[in-house]
């Protein structure tokens, strides 16, 4: 760079930037603050920026009142194993799509585009009759299968973006060497591209962990309810208990927080990376 | 499925290694197919009969009726006008900050990292929850954001923003752009740092100030990735109900109701045929908007080499 910024200039990008980081952290705090105050505070006036008296009160009183132990439960499962599975077979999609040359490869990279310009849910209806008939309604597996099959087409799109920087000289010499095709896919090339299949790992993982639609129409019992159901049940309800809902808000956003510090990094170069080459 | 070369075309396979390569495929093909294709076309058929969990006990073939009913149901053409003032309102903003910030973000500064990871935090929380969290902020009684307004003197009485319809659909567009900025200025940032420095310093040399550096440099240079990321975030934003269900539920009176968000409720009231629909012209209204808005962009993009190639 060869021009210098203007101290007005700085001043103005430094106060901009510290005024987007403040907007942006705000409400995050607030619920945080909220969740931690005595269910007695929450609605006092004037409001409480700072709480007087932490209290843990309104984590206790969801616990008691719901069965929000399950939920997370059953969200850690279904997220966990349906963010495994999709990234095992994004990985083997991920590797054909990236390294080889085939007649109907367009067609297959033009229908996973087209999953992620349709919203899924406009089959919702179809959706719960299909799983009807294969007897998976209600049930926390049949949930995780949908859940791989709607994280399979951008998994695989940030996969493949990952594979094109890895030299394709690496796996041919472990071929050469006498590895099959999948060994030397996951001796040779998965040890290599370890961050890349961890930050889709987690994009996989934060998607199920979030998503609503789905699990509020293909599950009904309450013992097989995520957490996104339960906040859905709560705001339902015509008067909302803030201190427990703000506890519960926390309580779902913790995991994705911790995991996105790690992996935002990867997440958005192989977002970005996969998204540029095609 | 037959496999010819490889990407450097230095090799050539025997069918044994297509076969290979097919059964790589079969998983995620199987998934996709099953749990999204066959609905997707089940769903289209549905458009088109009378399909009520309700009552199942005629599911004929009704044609067009489906449509016929949405266009005369005023609360349907009520949430198409949503749809475009939510879609607007959210995306302007949203790129104008977006590109500021990733403009600041260009240069190293300190802590430039650590930065980056909180602004593009929001990003990881569904939309549902930021809509939770806003309906707390905007409550009219008890929100902070009426607190900190009256703080401020910007306004004398209490606003109650979910309750009043004139409010409620500034209220969601706010949330919104506050949850999507990010995603521009992830975007738009990623673009930048691929424009080389030579050409800064080229106009700097030509002495060019600031706003005509970003308007002959920088702007034609991400051309391709603005327009993208716009085309991206029309849809998304649209089919992007989540927010919404979790700040208003489409109140008060569904004068936040979009269209995609009325069509979840008509979902989950069992009436299939009519919801399907509503998403099969979703999705018409969406490729019809991308093909002429892909055609818009296309002839300049066309022109800048051509250009660059005669001097």
Same mark, same amino acid.
């Given at each position: 760079?060869?021009?210098?910024?203007?101290?007005?200039?700085?001043?103005?990008?430094?106060?901009?930037?510290?005024?987007?980081?403040?907007?942006?952290?705000?409400?995050?705090?607030?619920?945080?603050?909220?969740?931690?105050?005595?269910?007695?505070?929450?609605?006092?006036?004037?409001?409480?920026?700072?709480?007087?008296?932490?209290?843990?009160?309104?984590?206790?009183?969801?616990?008691?009142?719901?069965?929000?132990?399950?939920?997370?439960?059953?969200?850690?499962?279904?997220?966990?194993?349906?963010?495994?599975?999709?990234?095992?077979?994004?990985?083997?999609?991920?590797?054909?799509?990236?390294?080889?040359?085939?007649?109907?490869?367009?067609?297959?990279?033009?229908?996973?585009?087209?999953?992620?310009?349709?919203?899924?849910?406009?089959?919702?209806?179809?959706?719960?009759?299909?799983?009807?008939?294969?007897?998976?309604?209600?049930?926390?597996?049949?949930?995780?299968?949908?859940?791989?099959?709607?994280?399979?087409?951008?998994?695989?799109?940030?996969?493949?973006?990952?594979?094109?920087?890895?030299?394709?000289?690496?796996?041919?010499?472990?071929?050469?060497?006498?590895?099959?095709?999948?060994?030397?896919?996951?001796?040779?090339?998965?040890?290599?591209?370890?961050?890349?299949?961890?930050?889709?790992?987690?994009?996989?993982?934060?998607?199920?962990?979030?998503?609503?639609?789905?699990?509020?129409?293909?599950?009904?019992?309450?013992?097989?309810?995520?957490?996104?159901?339960?906040?859905?049940?709560?705001?339902?309800?015509?008067?909302?208990?803030?201190?427990?809902?703000?506890?519960?808000?926390?309580?779902?956003?913790?995991?994705?927080?911790?995991?996105?510090?790690?992996?935002?990094?990867?997440?958005?170069?192989?977002?970005?990376?996969?998204?540029?080459?095609? | 499925?037959?496999?010819?070369?490889?990407?450097?075309?230095?090799?050539?396979? =025997?069918?044994?290694? $297509? #076969?290979?390569? &097919?059964?790589?495929? *079969?998983?995620?093909?199987? @998934?996709? %197919?099953?749990?999204?294709?066959?609905?997707?076309?089940?769903?289209?058929?549905?458009?088109?009969?009378?399909?009520?969990?309700?009552?199942?006990?005629? =599911?004929?073939?009704? $044609? #067009?009726?489906? &449509?016929?009913?949405? *266009?005369?149901?005023?609360? @349907?053409? %009520?949430?198409?006008?949503?749809?475009?003032?939510?879609?607007?309102?959210?995306?302007?903003?949203?790129?104008?900050?977006?590109?500021?910030?990733?403009?600041?973000?260009?240069?190293?500064?300190?802590?430039?990292?650590?930065?980056?990871?909180?602004?593009? @935090?929001?990003?990881?929380?569904?939309?549902?929850?930021?809509?939770?969290?806003?309906?707390?902020?905007?409550?009219?009684?008890?929100?902070?954001?009426?607190?900190?307004?009256?703080?401020?003197?910007?306004?004398?009485?209490?606003?109650?923003?979910?309750?009043?319809?004139?409010?409620?659909?500034?209220?969601?567009?706010?949330?919104?752009?506050?949850?999507?900025?990010?995603?521009?200025?992830?975007?738009?940032?990623?673009?930048?740092?691929?424009?080389?420095?030579?050409?800064?310093?080229?106009?700097?040399?030509?002495?060019?100030?600031?706003?005509?550096?970003?308007?002959?440099?920088?702007?034609?240079?991400?051309?391709?990735?603005?327009?993208?990321?716009?085309?991206?975030?029309?849809?998304?934003?649209?089919?992007?109900?989540?927010?919404?269900?979790?700040?208003?539920?489409?109140?008060?009176?569904?004068?936040?109701?979009?269209?995609?968000?009325?069509?979840?409720?008509?979902?989950?009231?069992?009436?299939?045929?009519?919801?399907?629909?509503?998403?099969?012209?979703?999705?018409?209204?969406?490729?019809?908007?991308?093909?002429?808005?892909?055609?818009?962009?296309?002839?300049?993009?066309?022109?800048?080499?051509?250009?660059?190639?005669?001097?």
């Amino acid at each position: 760079m060869i021009r210098h910024e203007s101290i007005a200039g700085r001043i103005v990008k430094y106060a901009g930037l510290g005024l987007c980081l403040l907007i942006t952290v705000f409400p995050l705090y607030w619920i945080l603050v909220t969740s931690f105050k005595d269910p007695g505070t929450i609605f006092a006036y004037p409001l409480r920026y700072w709480p007087e008296k932490w209290s843990l009160d309104n984590y206790t009183g969801l616990f008691e009142q719901s069965n929000f132990a399950v939920y997370l439960g059953n969200s850690l499962i279904v997220s966990t194993v349906a963010a495994a599975l999709a990234t095992v077979v994004s990985l083997l999609s991920a590797y054909v799509l990236a390294r080889f040359e085939f007649r109907s490869k367009g067609a297959v990279m033009g229908a996973f585009l087209v999953t992620q310009m349709i919203p899924g849910f406009i089959a919702l209806g179809a959706l719960y009759v299909l799983m009807t008939r294969m007897y998976l309604v209600d049930s926390r597996w049949g949930l995780m299968l949908v859940y791989v099959a709607v994280s399979i087409p951008l998994c695989t799109v940030m996969l493949r973006g990952f594979f094109e920087n890895v030299p394709a000289s690496l796996e041919e010499a472990a071929m050469v060497d006498g590895c099959s095709r999948l060994s030397a896919l996951f001796r040779v090339l998965v040890p290599v591209m370890t961050p890349g299949i961890a930050a889709s790992y987690i994009f996989n993982f934060v998607n199920c962990w979030n998503e609503l639609f789905l699990s509020v129409t293909l599950l009904n019992s309450d013992s097989n309810k995520t957490v996104p159901a339960a906040l859905n049940g709560f705001i339902s309800s015509y008067n909302i208990d803030w201190g427990s809902m703000s506890a519960a808000a926390v309580l779902s956003i913790l995991p994705t927080m911790v995991l996105f510090a790690f992996a935002s990094r990867y997440i958005v170069e192989g977002l970005t990376s996969g998204a540029v080459k095609e | 499925m037959a496999a010819t070369k490889s990407v450097s075309g230095r090799k050539h396979f =025997t069918g044994r290694t $297509g #076969l290979v390569l &097919f059964a790589f495929m *079969l998983p995620a093909l199987v @998934f996709v %197919g099953l749990f999204t294709f066959y609905p997707l076309l089940q769903g289209v058929q549905m458009a088109f009969r009378n399909y009520n969990l309700n009552d199942l006990s005629d =599911t004929s073939w009704v $044609g #067009l009726k489906n &449509f016929q009913t949405l *266009l005369g149901d005023e609360m @349907f053409r %009520g949430t198409v006008w949503n749809s475009i003032v939510w879609v607007v309102g959210s995306l302007v903003p949203q790129f104008l900050i977006g590109f500021t910030m990733a403009l600041w973000l260009r240069r190293k500064f300190r802590f430039r990292g650590t930065y980056q990871a909180l602004v593009f @935090f929001p990003w990881a929380v569904s939309g549902f929850l930021i809509g939770i969290l806003f309906r707390w902020m905007f409550n009219g009684e008890f929100g902070v954001v009426n607190d900190l307004l009256m703080k401020t003197h910007l306004i004398d009485t209490p606003v109650p923003w979910l309750a009043d319809a004139r409010y409620a659909m500034i209220a969601v567009i706010v949330a919104n752009v506050w949850y999507g900025v990010t995603f521009f200025a992830i975007m738009i940032l990623a673009a930048l740092q691929s424009v080389p420095d030579e050409l800064y310093e080229a106009s700097a040399i030509d002495g060019a100030g600031k706003v005509r550096t970003l308007f002959s440099i920088t702007i034609p240079s991400i051309r391709t990735t603005l327009a993208l990321t716009v085309l991206l975030r029309v849809i998304w934003i649209f089919n992007s109900p989540e927010l919404i269900f979790g700040m208003t539920g489409g109140g008060p009176a569904n004068e936040t109701h979009i269209v995609t968000s009325y069509m979840i409720q008509v979902t989950q009231e069992g009436d299939y045929g009519r919801a399907s629909a509503m998403g099969l012209m979703v999705v018409f209204v969406l490729m019809v908007f991308a093909v002429f808005y892909l055609m818009a962009i296309r002839p300049r993009e066309v022109k800048r080499p051509r250009k660059v190639a005669a001097a």
